[in-house]
Nanobody
Framework: QVQLVESGGGLVQPGGSLRLSCEAS????????VAWFRQAPGKEREFVAA????????RYADSVKGRFTISRVNAKNTVYLQMNSLNPGDTDVYYC???????????????????WGQGTQVTVSS
């Protein structure tokens, strides 16, 4: 059972940056597709970005393209989400998720991801 732990959230001013980290408990994580989702209270979980097991394929939601970058360091069992040019609309709880089916291309359907972290709060406010 893979456990995921997110970190790096916090309060940032509009225009600022944050880097989220998702660290996994198991080495097998290196073979998984990983994604970031976000969710506000009372709203559906929203896809943000995803990355293939080897980092060669990435996918982004239109709302974050050009501002967010997903990457991974498999030697550290960690996936990152670099978030730049943040605005209040990015305020959410951000979740890391992992899909053990490496054959599946990175996608935005939360049903495809069987492992989830507890989330980290990102607040963008002046």
């Amino acid at each position: 059972q893979v456990q995921l732990v997110e970190s790096g959230g916090g309060l940032v001013q509009p225009g600022g940056s944050l880097r989220l980290s998702c660290e996994a408990s198991e080495r097998s994580f290196r073979e998984y597709t990983v994604a970031w989702f976000r969710q506000a209270p009372g709203k559906e979980r929203e896809f943000v970005a995803a990355i293939s097991w080897n980092g060669e394929i990435t996918r982004y939601a239109d709302s974050v393209k050009g501002r967010f970058t997903i990457s991974r360091v498999n030697a550290k069992n960690t996936v990152y989400l670099q978030m730049n040019s943040l605005n209040p609309g990015d305020t959410d709880v951000y979740y890391c998720a992992a899909d053990s089916n490496a054959w599946r291309r990175p996608g935005g359907n939360p049903i495809d991801y069987e492992y989830w972290g507890q989330g980290t709060q990102v607040t963008v406010s002046s």
